[in-house]
């Protein structure tokens, strides 16, 4: 069964890097079929498509967020991990891991999120 679960702190300062962890069980993220993302949602806000790391570690990322973003991996704890620098007090949100088919760029599995507060 695939599981996905984020973790990192959960209060972050204005100008910090916000660095948050995704664990995945179940599948390798080096399988082929898939990307793995990271997705965000602000308070009263749709969803956010912050970036992805694909099955051989190429990266692409929302021109939106204009180059904070970093996603990377550590594929010995089967593990990607998300880095946000120079965060303000709008990248409060909820902040959702999750692998994206490749076959179709459907979303099929998400993590349950976990909210990220910047404030001094």
């Known amino acids: 069964q695939v599981q996905l679960q984020e973790s990192g702190p959960g209060l972050v300062k204005p100008s910090q890097t916000l660095s948050l962890t995704c664990s995945v069980s179940?599948?390798?993220?080096?399988?082929?079929?898939?990307?793995w993302s990271w997705i965000r949602q602000p308070p009263g806000k749709g969803l956010e498509w912050m970036g992805h790391?694909?099955?051989?570690?190429?990266?692409y990322y929302s021109p939106s967020l204009k180059g904070r973003t970093s996603v990377s991996r550590d594929t010995s704890k089967n593990q990607f991990i998300l880095r946000l620098s120079s965060v303000t007090p709008e990248d409060t949100a909820v902040y959702y891991c999750?692998?994206?088919?490749?076959?179709?760029?459907?979303?099929?599995?998400w993590g349950r999120g976990t909210q990220v507060t910047v404030s001094p």
């Open positions: 999750a692998r994206v088919r490749v076959a179709d760029l459907s979303y099929d599995y």
């Open positions: 179940g599948v390798s993220i080096t399988t082929n079929y898939y990307y």
């Open positions: 790391i694909t099955y051989s570690g190429n990266t």
